[in-house]
Nanobody, 124 residues
Framework: QVQLVESGGGLVQAGGSLRLSCAAS????????MGWFRHAPGKERDFVAT????????SYADSVKGRFTISRDNAKNTVYLQMNSLKPEDTAVYYC?????????????????WGQGTQVTVSS
């Protein structure tokens, strides 16, 4: 079992930045690839970014490429999502998730554990 707790969400103006953190506890964090997803009202849960267990491989949704950066610190059992140049359409609840496979994955069905989410609101 892995427990995930997100933090760092909030209200920010368009063009601003936020850094989300996801702290993991339970089983060995470095055994898991990690991902960030988001869920906006009236929309499906969308893939945002994913990172392999080692941190060497990452992948991003086209909508955030060049603006968001995913990273991890296995010594701290934490994965991060640095979000720059935020837009109103980035407004959503952001979730981190853990995937038992060590490779990256973009489909939510590949993920075994989920956090409770953190709200990000970008005002225009």
């Amino acid at each position: 079992q892995v427990q995930l707790v997100e933090s760092g969400g909030g209200l920010v103006q368009a063009g601003g930045s936020l850094r989300l953190s996801c702290a993991a506890s339970g089983r060995t964090f470095s055994n898991y690839a990690m991902g960030w997803f988001r869920h906006a009202p009236g929309k499906e849960r969308d893939f945002v970014a994913t990172i392999s267990w080692s941190g060497r491989t990452t992948s991003y949704a086209d909508s955030v490429k060049g603006r968001f950066t995913i990273s991890r610190d296995n010594a701290k059992n934490t994965v991060y999502l640095q979000m720059n140049s935020l837009k109103p359409e980035d407004t959503a609840v952001y979730y981190c998730a853990a995937n038992r496979g060590q490779s990256i994955a973009v489909r939510p069905t590949y993920y075994d554990y989920w956090g409770q989410g953190t709200q990000v609101t970008v005002s225009s």
